[in-house]
């Protein structure tokens, strides 16, 4: 709801954030006073401000870093105490007033959405406002604007409701750059409150405050058909046309500003910090990335940036040319035939460096892998010694390699190739810059392992068939030339054909011969010697296929199985056959990262000494290392 000067509306009895806006260069103090039924504070404790952010009860809170161009607060009305009417919201400012400031406004928000909002239009120039309040009317809060304005600013505010100001110093008619409150005047129709004598028992204490001034002072303190105890007109207070019609600003109570007790200690409204730290250089492009980069206030040298701050490290920037050392900037010495030979300072300081970076570099790299923050500390020591990476990443390159095949090996022992698995191995490899013909051999093993792995998880390709007659519902996944073995009494017979999975069957069409079989009746497939062997539920159901690549046969087949059988395993859920990682890390371990038949550390893999299918255990003391050759020839063999 939009509301106009001395409108008010309804509020939740909720927690409410309270923001102040504004189009300019200027900085407003947002505070708040809470106020009792007279009108005053209980005590000086009730001013919430910028020394003071946050009231006992926790009722009224100042943000401390708003965003630019406001000022908020949050206000929590069931903490409100019972003993509190009021909660006005004001302002101030150090520079300038408040007609200088653009588009003030004040918007009162709950936890769906704005409830409220007053545009302060036209203000005056003054340099402390009371921007609105929330009261209590009928056992509910509601929210008025009131846009009033003090010329003897914050100070001369808060004194009106009551709160002490320490004036020891003289500071609330300074000019001083940490004092806003300067400016003598109020902008209403009331004039502030004086000093009095304490109220004496039994005399009425707006009387009391009358009797001490004069005339024209009291009958300008309280207007016409304004209610001194509440600042507004009984008849109209709940009425928001009324109140936008013939506004009533809230008068603060003329006994509100009574002499302070002698052992009572004021407010001090001055600022705990004035002074300003001269600002931080800004940071360098990819901050979280420790490296030399020019310093900001020195063109002339480089600074280390340490990935969170600039430190206090630097060094002169060196001439980038052939007859200078990069690193040093001491000149080269000339070659007889041409050219510059190297920095000898520079190249036994790396040597020396490498020595025993190398040893910590293949540590973290077995421990924890290229990742982490002891990883990236690793190559900030290296950049803080102006060292080229390419230099330590030729130090690292066999190291690497051992570390991928690794990650290869351990991803093939149990079959399956997850998602994580492959951004890991391809992480490894970017951040290692491994490059070769290993490389890309591992890396198409990788990708192809995971293809398999989405085909047996039930990420089926589907296939077009126009000359095959398909039931209702059906899909084919795999459509290939395949050869049908028969094992007879007379030997085998093969027969040429195609092999068609579909949804539904399988269904092998050859020369003249052809079978169906459904899903229902397959128990495993699995590939053995270069043949998918399909197992029925019938001792003559089952069958033998040749195919030019078994393992994405097997992978499909599989995966069709699993998919009629609703056997697709959950996202994150292992197949029975994996290895846990602890196993494949003791038995890497043990058998040195290498081929226990020939010593061969590459196209390694985990073999079963003992096969799953003939009753093997998948634990350490059944597992060992082969080579992809060795595997082979080894085969399910014992």
Excluded at 259 to 283: G, I, M
Excluded at 374 to 379: D, N
Excluded at 604 to 630: K, M, W, Y
Aim: proline share 8%.
């Amino acid at each position: 709801m939009k509301l106009s000067k001395g409108a008010n509306a309804p509020v939740p009895t909720s927690l409410l954030a309270v923001v102040v806006s504004w189009r300019s260069e200027h900085v407003v103090d947002a505070h708040a006073l809470l106020l009792t039924e007279s009108g005053a504070v209980r005590s000086d404790r009730d001013l919430v401000f910028f020394n003071a952010p946050r009231h006992v009860s926790q009722a009224v809170t100042i943000d401390q870093e708003p965003a630019p161009g406001t000022a908020r607060l949050s206000v929590s009305l069931p903490r409100t105490e019972s003993e509190v009417a009021r909660i006005v919201v004001s302002g101030s400012l150090d520079d300038g007033t408040f007609n200088e400031v653009g588009d003030l406004a004040v918007t009162v928000f709950d936890a769906r959405g704005p409830v409220a909002r007053f545009d302060i239009e036209d203000p005056d120039a003054v340099d402390a406002m009371m921007f609105g309040e929330f009261y209590r009317r009928d056992e509910q809060w509601r929210f008025r604007a009131i846009g009033q304005g003090w010329t003897t600013g914050l100070a001369g505010m808060v004194t009106e409701f009551g709160v002490t100001v320490d004036d020891s110093d003289g500071q609330a008619g300074s000019k001083r750059e940490s004092n806003p409150f300067a400016s003598p005047g109020r902008t209403d129709s009331y004039p502030a409150a004086r000093w009095t004598d304490p109220p004496s028992p039994g005399v009425p204490t707006v009387a009391r405050a009358q009797h001490t001034r004069s005339p024209e002072a009291a009958s300008d303190r309280v207007p016409t058909g304004v209610s001194a105890a509440s600042g507004t007109d009984p008849a109209t207070a709940d009425d928001p046309r009324a109140s936008t019609d013939t506004p009533r600003d809230p008068v603060p109570p003329t006994h509100a500003a009574t002499r302070p007790h002698p052992y009572h200690r004021a407010v001090d409204l001055t600022r705990r910090s004035t002074e300003r730290l001269p600002a931080a250089p800004p940071p360098p492009p990819y901050p979280e990335r420790a490296d030399w980069h020019r310093d900001p206030q020195d063109g002339a040298r480089m600074r280390w940036w340490d990935g969170t701050q600039w430190s206090t490290a630097t060094h002169p920037r060196r001439p980038v040319d052939a007859r200078h050392c990069t690193r040093c900037g001491n000149p080269l010495r000339r070659k007889l035939f041409g050219g510059h030979s190297g920095c000898d300072r520079c190249a036994a300081e790396i040597e020396e460096f490498l020595t025993h970076w190398g040893t910590r570099a293949r540590r973290t790299l077995t421990a924890s892998g290229p990742s982490g923050p002891e990883w990236s500390q690793l190559w900030a020591t290296l950049r803080y010694q102006r060292i080229d990476e390419n230099i330590g990443r030729t130090m690292l390159r066999d190291p690497g390699l051992g570390y991928v095949e690794r990650l290869a090996t351990f991803a093939f022992a149990d079959g399956e190739i997850a998602q994580p698995e492959l951004d890991a191995f391809e992480a490894a490899v970017d951040e290692l810059r491994l490059t070769g013909p290993l490389i890309e051999d591992l890396r198409r093993r990788m990708h192809r392992g995971r293809v398999l792995s989405r085909m047996r998880e039930g990420e089926l390709p589907v296939v077009r068939t126009p000359g095959l007659h398909l039931d209702p519902e059906e899909r084919v996944h795999l459509d290939l030339p395949a050869t049908h073995v028969r094992h007879l009494a007379r030997g085998p017979k093969v027969t040429t054909g195609r092999l068609i999975a579909s949804n539904k069957k399988l269904r092998f069409v050859g020369a003249g011969a052809g079978t169906e079989m459904p899903w229902n009746r397959v128990v495993s497939v699995h590939v053995e010697h270069d043949s998918v062997i399909i197992a029925a539920t019938s001792a003559r159901g089952g069958a033998i296929f040749d195919v030019a690549d078994p393992d994405y046969v097997a992978a499909a087949l599989e995966g069709a199985l699993r998919v009629a059988k609703r056997l697709v395993l959950t996202p994150g859920q292992r197949d029975s056959r994996s290895i846990p990682q602890e196993v494949k890390a003791e038995v890497w371990q043990r058998d040195g990262g290498r081929c226990v038949e020939c010593g061969s550390g590459h196209y390694l893999e985990f073999d079963h000494v003992i096969p799953l299918s003939r009753g093997g255990a998948t634990s350490a003391s059944n597992l060992q290392i082969l080579c992809r050759s060795c595997n082979r020839t080894k085969g399910a063999r014992i």
